[in-house]
């Protein structure tokens, strides 16, 4: 089945450690996009890739990184968590970066940051 | 600054119809999306706009006036499956998507 996959699907991370969040699509989707969303606050971009080898920042990048070797994979990593990244982590992909720009978005990981 | 502003919550019963709207500023305009969330699930695609005027499908029409900044999402023949949360997010001058923080929509026998 066609779609984004994320894993973990929920992960409890003591203050300091690093973490990555992985992210799959079988589309073939060109951009992709990593998005966090907090309670009462829009969806907030972190990071995004127009296609595989480049990378942007969004509205809130720091403390994240991101890779996009290939086309499929757009892994999320936090080299040393903080309680203020307590939130849910959605991925995203979509055909083009212009036009219609249909995101799809994946399960999402809820990430507790103690 | 980009600002997106819709409703925190609102309250419908079932059968009845519902508007959701959607004011906006952003650097650029390349399109409005409209997405549904439910609780604890990812957004779902519902509906875009580029031009003026409305957009209907099914149960759902968007409409869209650019001059004014404004969308409104319609909901007609509520349904308790309707209940979610739902998305306004725009497309800026660079083509990245802003969004609004949702508008809750409870929906009542």
């Known amino acids: 089945i066609a779609g984004i996959t994320q894993a973990p699907t929920s992960q409890i991370l003591a203050a300091g450690r690093r973490m990555t969040l992985r992210c799959t699509q079988d589309m073939r989707h060109n951009a992709m996009y990593w998005y966090r969303q907090d309670l009462g606050l829009g969806l907030r971009l972190i990071h995004y890739s127009n296609t595989a080898g480049t990378t942007g920042k969004g509205e809130v990048p720091d403390g994240y990184s991101v890779s996009r070797a290939n086309t499929d994979d757009f892994p999320l990593t936090l080299a040393s968590a903080v309680p203020s990244q307590t939130s849910v982590y959605f991925c995203?992909?979509?055909?083009?970066?212009?036009?219609?720009?249909?995101?799809?978005f994946g399960p999402g990981t809820r990430l507790t940051v103690l | 600054g980009q600002n997106i502003d819709q409703p925190t919550e609102m309250t419908a019963t079932e059968g009845a119809i519902v508007q959701i709207n959607c004011t906006y500023q952003t650097s650029g305009f390349n399109g409005l999306f409209w997405y549904q969330q439910h609780a604890g699930e990812a957004p779902t695609f519902l509906s875009y706009n580029v031009l003026d005027g409305l957009e209907e499908k099914g149960r759902f029409s968007s409409f869209l006036s650019r001059s004014k900044g404004y969308s409104y999402l319609l909901l007609k023949e509520l349904q308790m499956k309707d209940s979610a949360s739902y998305l306004c997010?725009?497309?800026?001058?660079?083509?990245?998507?802003?969004w609004g923080a949702g508008t809750k929509l409870i929906i009542k026998p």
């Open positions: 995203a992909s979509s055909d083009s970066l212009a036009g219609v720009n249909e995101q799809f």
């Open positions: 997010a725009v497309t800026d001058s660079n083509y990245q998507l802003i």
